[in-house]
Nanobody, 124 residues
Framework: QVQLVESGGGLVQAGGSLRLSCAAS????????MGWFRQAPGKKRDFVAA????????AYADSVKGRFTISRDNAKNTVYLQMNSLKPEDTAVYYC?????????????????WGQGTQVTVSS
C-alpha cells in the first residue's frame, strides 16, 4: 500500500514556474513507477509525465515536452514535477500516481495508487 500527498500547486502568471512534489509513504517507494496526470474542469484526466523506478527512463506528453521535467529522489520517497514556461492551458488539478510494475506507463488505468491532487492555476 502506498499513500501519496501532492504539494506545490498554486497561482502563477504565464511564463512562470512551479515545482510540484509528491511524497509517498511506504518502504517500497523505490520499486514503483511514478506518474503525473492532470485534469481540467469538464475534461478527462490526461497523462503529463512518468518516470521508472530508477529515474533512468522518463516519458512526457507532447504538450509539456521541453517545459516540464519529472524526477525522483528515492531516499526521500518523493517525486517531483518541475514546470517551466507555464501557459494558461496548463491550468488543472495535478495528480501523482504510482504503479507496481517498475516501469514508465502513460495510461491512467495502469496506475494503482493516486494522490488527492493539487491545483495549478496559470493566469494570462
Amino acid at each position: 500500500q502506498v499513500q501519496l500527498v501532492e504539494s506545490g500547486g498554486g497561482l502563477v502568471q504565464a511564463g512562470g514556474s512551479l515545482r510540484l512534489s509528491c511524497a509517498a509513504s511506504g518502504r517500497r517507494f523505490s520499486v514503483y513507477g511514478m506518474g503525473w496526470f492532470r485534469q481540467a474542469p469538464g475534461k478527462k484526466r490526461d497523462f503529463v509525465a512518468a518516470i521508472n523506478w530508477s529515474g533512468g527512463s522518463t516519458a512526457y506528453a507532447d504538450s509539456v515536452k521541453g517545459r516540464f521535467t519529472i524526477s525522483r529522489d528515492n531516499a526521500k520517497n518523493t517525486v517531483y514535477l518541475q514546470m517551466n514556461s507555464l501557459k494558461p492551458e496548463d491550468t488543472a488539478v495535478y495528480y501523482c500516481a504510482a504503479e507496481r510494475d517498475f516501469q514508465v506507463k502513460v495510461g491512467a488505468s495502469d496506475y494503482d495508487y493516486w494522490g488527492q491532487g493539487t491545483q495549478v492555476t496559470v493566469s494570462s
